[in-house]
């Protein structure tokens, strides 16, 4: 079946015209407020007759619950503003567009943002374009109490700051400082009060340093690094990121940080993470990566295509960091990035977080891995398709599943697996396909190494079975509450993969036994040879 995409964007099509559709009583003393660039004049009463220049009059008006500001199309207005205003949850108060034509240019030269939203609930922010070269975008923070309600729709967001740095960006001053599209709060954060019911949907952010990093309080002395007791966070709640598109930046598109619940969906990471991150001899000095979680719970990101990111230390589309638990990669196409998959399990390990129905493509620069040895606990990795990756490490894996994966290296590589993570981990390592590279010794009574039986082709649908696979139904059985494959496909078939239907029309290509057996006789010689290659490097 091919329908991935139609599914993609019929999701997204129906969003939009649900948030357009709902009614809405508006306040009896509402009131909108105009503002032209060609037509306008600040000495005006701000009306659609008589607009205003620029927003600078707003200092002697008291926007209220309902009201309305809006800017005219094809205009450009140097907006540098600090709003501390909030509106409710059936009048809230938007900043949007009026007329016809592209949409008004919201721009600014200083090292500063476009706009600050500070304690403020119930904002809508619609159908603008913002630049700031020197600055950045929205900057959203609660200093006195919590934000609930706003909404950031069909905003495009570019020429923001988008050069290399030699490290990450600060994370702790704003979205001017983090070169961001969109900063929620900060690391370390100013407050103890959280930003909840966020809603991005529908954006563009492209051209620039930073796309939409979310962060939060950690804990009482608002110290990011500290010792595992001090932990006491303070989560973001309800944080919708839907049917955004991140494209050409120097950093990260998503960060997922201090959230309990968010769910980032339908969204496109293209050629993100450019900054390679490496000194002069080749060693890493910063990390990026394009979404991913920090210190969150119970949150998923689902149906994003990630690639083409470039950084040497990370560069990967699953990354599990700092505390998270609960969490959920699904549905994710990544291909042609450093690695598919590098988790930092840091303080005393994550639990319970899940990796399911991906599929990853030409991943093979770098080593993807599972956990450094604080661990990953109750880690379930399963129904993932993954061709051309470099090394896979699973290691720190207690009490978890690892099993009906197609799993194809490229030449040289192999799984790594520690003896100690295996034996007596309680982790269940089964029913996996590898091809191109051995299978680990101890799973060779469940698992296959032979052709997957691919349909082919030019797109990600190449990697759906076909009828006579070995691989339809010699799934290990799993429970979830998944109804659909990562292609769309009604699971029907307890397969290995990320396809799960009862096959597509097709030829196998059967391999015979001799070609297995030179198949494996080339696979050992070049994993031989690279660690050759490896061991003579290290001693020069």
Known sequence: MRKLMSVFMTAVMIFSVFAFCVPNVIAADAREYYIDSVAGDDSGEGTIESPWKTINPFVNHAIGTGDKILFKCGGVYEVAATLGVSGTKENPIVISSYGEGEKPLLTTNGNTEVLRLFDCSYITVSNLEITAPNGGGIWIDTLEKTSYGITIDNVEFHDIQNYHLPSRDNASAGAAAARACIMVKGLPARSRYAVNDLTITNCEMYDCGNGINIWGSWNDEQKPWC????????????????????????????????????????????????GSGIDENGEPTYFTAAMWFWGSENSIIQYCEIAGQKNFGDGMAIDFDSHTNNCTYQYIYSHDNMRFMCNNANYSGQYNN??????????????????????EYGFKFYNNTIIGCGEIQVTHVYDGVFANNIIIPKDGEKIYFEFDDIMGSGTVFSNNCFYNCPTPIYEKLFSKNTVPGFVGGDDYYAYELVEK???????????????????????????????????????????????KLIRIFRQWFNILKREIVYLINENK
Not at 262 to 269: E, I
Not at 354 to 375: H, I, M, Q
């Open 227 to 274: 010792e595992e007791d001090e932990i006491d966070p303070v989560y973001n709640t309800g944080v919708l990121v839907k049917g955004c598109y991140f494209h050409d930046m120097d950093s990260e598109a998503i960060i997922v940080g201090m959230c309990d619940g968010a769910l980032v969906t339908h969204c496109r990471s293209i050629n993100c993470c450019q």
């Open 354 to 375: 899940t990796v399911r129905y991906c599929l990853s493509v030409n991943d093979g620069e770098g080593r993807s891995k599972t956990s450094p040895p604080a661990g």
């Open 469 to 515: 696979s070995p691989l339809i139904g010699k799934g290990m059985v799993i429970e979830d509450d998944l109804t659909t494959d990562f292609f769309g496909n009604e699971i029907t078939s307890n397969n290995i993969g990320c396809y799960g239907g009862d096959g597509e029309d097709g030829e196998y290509d059967r391999e015979w036994i001799f070609e």
